[in-house]
Structure formats: C-alpha cells, structure tokens
Nanobody, 115 residues
C-alpha cells in the first residue's frame, strides 16, 4: 500500500493551495487520515486529521484557514489551505492508519509561501 501526495508548490502570502493524498494498492480499509508538516529546523507537527467517521482536529495555527476532508470512495484525503502565511512554508506529509497495514506516511510535498 502507498500514499501519494500532490498539490504542493509556490504561492504568495494570502493565496490558496489544495493538497491531495491518495492511497493505492491493497487498501482494504482506512481509519484516520491526516496531514503533518515539517518546517526547516523544526520537528514534524500535526496540521489536521480526520477520523474514519469524519471527525476533524486542527492545529491552532491553521484553524479557520485550512480544511481537511476525505473521499472514502477514492481513499483520498485533501487539505484546502487558504490565507496562507509565510509561516506555513514546510514539507507537508500525509499520514494514514490502515485497517490491515497500520500507520503509513506519504513522501511529502513542499509548500512554499512567499511574502
């Protein structure tokens, strides 16, 4: 099973990006899905997560600006990022907990926000 993230890029402050992360292979079932990020010189930190029942949790720094969602028919999790700030610059990693395979990480996608 693999997680493939996409949607990163360069955007000006105040702009928007949408990240997607699709699970492929012998998925069977997916429980929690989420996004984490790691800025230069910092530890990886939770951005947002969504449970199998679509309960969501956000880091305080992104509340009101980011929205996480999932499409269970496509085994895909999305992160809509609005009002981006320079401080949002980081490598964004998706994470999923699979019913059969346990926890897996995607490869990361770089988001760069310029001032």
């Amino acid at each position: 099973v693999q997680l493939q993230a996409s949607g990163g890029g360069l955007v000006q402050a105040g702009g928007s990006l949408r990240l997607a992360c699709a699970a492929s292979g012998r998925v069977f079932g997916v429980r929690d899905m989420g996004w984490w990020r790691q800025a230069p010189g910092k530890q990886r930190a939770l951005v947002a997560e969504v449970t199998g029942r679509c309960n969501t949790n956000y880091a305080d720094s992104v509340k009101g600006r980011f929205t996480i969602s999932r499409d269970n028919t496509k085994n895909t999790v999305y992160l809509q990022m609005n009002s981006l700030e320079v401080e949002d610059t980081a490598v964004y990693y998706c994470k999923a907990v699979f019913t059969t395979w346990g926890l897996r990480w995607g490869q990361g996608t770089l988001v760069t926000v310029s001032s």
